[in-house]
């Protein structure tokens, strides 16, 4: 006799039901392969829970998604360093600070209504293989998919680029079904698993987790928003419009930017474009001035910090609540202070010193902007950290929301704002877009997701004040089009996917066009209302092969050999006559 789902396990089906149905990316009239889909949405789904509260925005679930032949028991990996997503060309050197935080997120997510064994099994395995620095993993190639063995890879170079400056580790392997229960032997496995990390990397920390229907459910329904009640040292002065100034102990600031599990919340510093620069001498004089009270409040020798918030609400003369704060100023400040605390417990009951806190309501998002430029432009930041609060973009944002597309200018902004993820479009998506088509360059645009808005020339090129934006609307439909159509295509694996995206979308603009020679004028004239599947079906079938003849693997995605043949043969190809 079966056992009875419980309420949790018969919710979480249903709400995976629904989600799915919603869901353009995937194929749902053939009934026999129904429930492989449904499966397979799962790693998506089950993903996207379990990162909520990270700093992870939805591109990045779907590039960390690994599920496919040869992944080794892996579903979904991220690699996070202090906070931050690493990408393949992540701009990583030994410039990086002291004592940064590296998390490895290793993931299965089984639509299973139990939790198996063997899960941990693979973990142990590919763990035992891959973070073995002593082997080359050139000699798993066979048995492991290219992009599994390029996460683990990465993680290597980080490791190698960060070691001398005394990186913390931590690996969290999650494991996500919809179960009930965890059976003791999985407990058994869970410290097997746990001494193979050990026996890798010794003095890192490893965080194994069961995330069950119950588990899910509740991430399933919790608010990325965020909504914080502070008491205040004296009552706050008030600079008209829901703005405030005001003296907060130095114990209440270190809970406000701290989750439950004693982190820093990530969602809170979004706004502040200039990272944590390590112990340098301003930081190291910060965390003295915490370290030596000498009877004197901190705020004497401190410039405080800056929150931006969506709404300001005063509850009594000395409380304040305050919705999706976002610190645009101060964020080594904050990190000091993290830092303090987290290593003083008495402190933080009897610390009686204050910090300065100014809280601000701006009227509108251009307001928004100017005050993180201005509150993070006070030292040398390069330029491409700032580009989102160029106008252009926040022009972009507006005409994309009137036609029902959300630019993510404000990283996780429409995320967090739960809009369905494929109306939205990154910054750097569109980036990459613009790049395969106006410059003809898909290889570049493949090669560099992440840093491609640091190029001075192409940006200047790309995103120019006067340029029509419904320009970049068309370019910004064909590029979510072409992405939806090929993840319906289950003869395509993942990689595939990524690796031939921008290529198709540079083909079908100018098949489209009649020439490779695109330009934002002739953009113009591209009527987007009607995107077929069978011309697209065609071009992903030309690229694809082109694709395979050359090796089929991402240093050939890469690389512009790709473009050339594509460039050289795609006219012949559209008429073959």
Request: contains cysteine; charged residues 25%.
């Amino acid at each position: 006799m079966k056992t009875p789902l419980s309420n949790n396990q018969i919710l979480l089906q249903e709400c995976l039901q629904q989600e799915f149905k919603e869901s353009s990316y995937f194929v749902k009239e053939d009934d026999a392969n129904v429930q492989l889909q449904l499966n397979k949405f799962f790693e998506l789904f089950g993903s996207s829970l379990l990162m909520k509260f990270s700093d992870v925005s939805n591109d990045d679930i779907e590039q960390g998604i690994t599920g496919s032949g040869n992944d080794g028991g892996i579903d979904s990996m991220y690699i996070l360093l202090d906070g931050e997503p690493v990408k393949e060309d992540s701009d990583i050197d030994e410039s990086i600070h002291k004592n940064p935080q590296i998390d490895f997120y290793i993931i299965q997510t089984k639509n299973q209504y139990g939790f198996k064994e063997d899960v941990v099994d693979k973990f142990k395995t590919i763990s035992s293989n891959l973070l073995d620095m002593s082997k080359d993993t050139e000699v798993y190639s066979k048995r492991y998919a290219e992009k599994v063995i390029s996460l683990f890879n990465l993680f290597r170079s980080l490791i190698k680029v960060t070691i001398r400056k005394n990186p913390s580790i931590t690996f969290h392997y999650w494991y996500a079904a919809n179960a009930n229960e965890v059976h003791p032997n999985l407990q058994q496995k869970k410290d097997e698993l746990l001494e193979v990390v050990r026996q890798k990397f010794p003095s890192s920390k490893c965080d194994v987790r069961y995330f069950g229907a119950t588990e899910l459910m509740n991430l399933y329904h919790s608010d990325t928003e965020l909504t914080l009640t502070l008491n205040l040292q004296e009552s706050p002065i008030s600079l008209g419009s829901d703005n405030y100034v005001a003296l907060i102990n130095l114990p209440q600031f270190y809970n406000l930017i701290i989750d439950n599990d004693g982190q820093l919340i990530r969602q809170m510093f979004d706004a502040n474009v200039r990272d944590y620069q390590g112990r340098n001498a301003v930081n190291t004089s910060i965390y003295e001035t915490l370290s030596n009270a000498d009877g004197k409040d901190f705020w004497w020798f401190n410039n405080g910090v800056t929150i931006i918030c969506d709404k300001i609400t005063p509850i009594t003369q000395k409380q304040l609540t305050i919705q999706n704060p976002y610190i645009v100023n101060g964020l080594q400040t904050s990190t000091e202070i993290f830092n303090y605390f987290s290593k003083n417990d008495s402190a933080k009951t009897e610390d009686k010193r204050n910090i300065l806190v100014r809280f601000l309501v701006p009227s509108e998002d251009d307001v928004r902007d100017k005050i993180i430029f201005a509150t993070n432009n006070q030292t040398n930041i390069p330029k491409s950290a700032l580009r989102a609060t160029d106008p252009i973009h926040l022009q972009i944002e507006t005409y994309f929301r009137n036609k029902g597309i959300y630019y993510d200018r404000r990283k996780n902004y429409y995320k967090n704002q739960r809009k369905n993820s494929e109306d939205i479009i990154s910054v750097s998506f569109l980036a990459q877009c613009l790049i395969s088509t106006i410059m003809s360059q898909p290889d570049y645009a493949r090669a560099r997701p992440s840093t491609i808005l640091a190029d001075e020339g192409k940006y200047k090129s790309l995103y120019v004040e006067h340029n029509e934006l419904d320009v970049y609307y068309k370019i910004a439909v064909i590029g979510l089009s072409v992405r939806k159509y090929l993840k319906k295509q289950s003869s395509l694996s993942a990689a595939e996917q990524n690796d031939i995206l921008f290529y198709v979308i540079f083909a079908y603009v100018a098949t489209q066009l009649q020439t490779t020679h695109i330009e934002f004028d002739k953009i113009k004239r591209l009527d987007i209302t009607t995107i077929r599947d069978d011309e697209l079906n065609k071009i992903v079938e030309f690229v694809y092969n082109k694709y395979k003849q050359l090796g089929g693997d991402s240093h050939v995605a890469k690389s512009s050999k790709l473009t050339t043949d594509i460039t050289d043969c795609l006219f012949t190809h559209s008429n073959p006559d």
